[in-house]
């Protein structure tokens, strides 16, 4: 997503909020130079990764651990664990 409001430097990791306050995102980047996201050129922009492509991420890697996770175990596949982990 991106946006104009003025972002100080180092604010990455930062919430975007709506004009409602509701966070949608979390600040990534900004440039002089930011490409558009649905025409050809660049613009002045800051970008920010969206909670529901944050979301659909976890759930994707999530999902990965689980498969992996199972196929360990149907082969027999045990993890070692140290004694106060």
């Known amino acids: 997503m991106h946006y104009s409001t003025p972002i100080d430097p180092c604010s990455s990791g930062s919430p975007v909020f709506t004009a409602g306050w509701e966070v949608v995102a979390l600040h990534h980047a900004g440039s002089q130079k930011t490409p558009r996201l649905n025409e050809p050129g ?10 529901r492509a944050i979301r659909q ?29």
């Open 42 to 51: 660049v613009y002045k922009a800051n970008e920010g990764i969206t909670l």
């Open 57 to 85: 991420a976890m759930a994707a890697r999530n999902s990965l651990l689980r498969r992996a996770t199972i196929g360990a175990l149907k082969i027999g596949f045990v993890p070692a664990v140290k004694a106060g982990r």
